[in-house]
């Protein structure tokens, strides 16, 4: 019998769906800069999270390790609004940028529990 199972954007194994992610418990930060406003948020290199948005259809939320998400070149994630993605931060990474384009919304970020 088979196992069905997601890899994040490096490669590693995690829940089939992000709804099914395993969270650490107290981990939740609540991203939320605005529209069209760059924001950051402290991270740990190697550690894998899930991030959850909110928002209305259409709006999309973008993230970067790199630079600023107002330079298209550096955007490495995009979630639409209402939906979840898992990301790991490569190692000696320590910010996390985000953007909320086209309408107000939130974002809310947590840490995983590393796979067994």
């Known amino acids: 019998m088979g196992e069905n199972y997601s890899c994040d954007n490096s490669g590693n194994r995690m829940p089939v769906d992000p709804r099914c992610a395993d969270p650490v418990a107290v981990s939740g930060v609540l991203l939320d800069a605005g529209k069209d406003v760059v924001g950051t948020e402290t991270v740990v290199g190697g550690q894998s999270y ?44 320590t910010t996390l940028h985000y953007l909320q384009k ?7 970020m947590r840490t995983l529990k590393p796979e067994n």
Not at 56 to 79: H, K
Not at 102 to 108: K, L, P, V
Request: contains cysteine; charged residues 15%.
């Open 50 to 93: 899930i991030i959850s948005t909110t928002g209305v259809v259409g709006a999309r939320w973008l993230f970067s390790i790199t630079g600023v998400c107002t330079t298209e070149a550096n955007i490495e994630w995009v979630c639409p609004a209402n939906d979840h993605i898992i990301i790991e931060i490569p190692q000696d990474v």
């Open 102 to 108: 086209d309408q107000n919304g939130y974002a809310y």
